[in-house]
């Protein structure tokens, strides 16, 4: 079993940053692809970044690309997602996921793990 609990989200302006944080512990995630997903309210799960095991491979959700980059340090257990540019229509709660599949997926019902989430709201 995977915990993951997920820190950083909070109220920021438009055009400002966050950093979210994702800890996991029960196992190491060293062989698990991780990923951010977003729900905003009345709206569906979307996907938003994903990493692979050592880090080397990415895949962004279209409106995050340029201003969001995943990243995770193995030897800390933490994935991290870094948000520039926010825009209020990145209010959301943001959680991380973890699979251990071999590829990055943007499929919810493909990760085995899941955070509980961290509200992020971005006024404007």
């Known amino acids: 079993q995977v915990q993951l609990v997920e820190s950083g989200g909070g109220l920021v302006q438009a055009g400002g940053s966050l950093r979210l944080s994702c800890a996991a512990s029960?196992?190491?995630?060293?062989?698990?692809?991780m990923a951010w997903f977003r729900q905003a309210p009345g709206k569906e799960r979307e996907f938003v970044a994903a990493i692979s095991w050592s880090g080397t491979s990415t895949e962004y959700e279209d409106s995050a690309k340029g201003r969001f980059t995943i990243s995770r340090d193995n030897a800390k257990n933490t994935v991290y997602l870094q948000m520039n540019s926010l825009k209020p229509e990145d209010t959301a709660v943001y959680s991380c996921?973890?699979?251990?599949?071999?590829?990055?997926?943007?499929?919810?019902?493909?990760?085995?793990?899941w955070g509980r989430g961290t509200q992020v709201t971005v006024s404007s």
């Open positions: 996921a973890a699979d251990g599949q071999y590829s990055l997926s943007r499929i919810p019902y493909e990760y085995d793990y």
């Open positions: 029960g196992r190491t995630i060293n062989r698990y692809i």
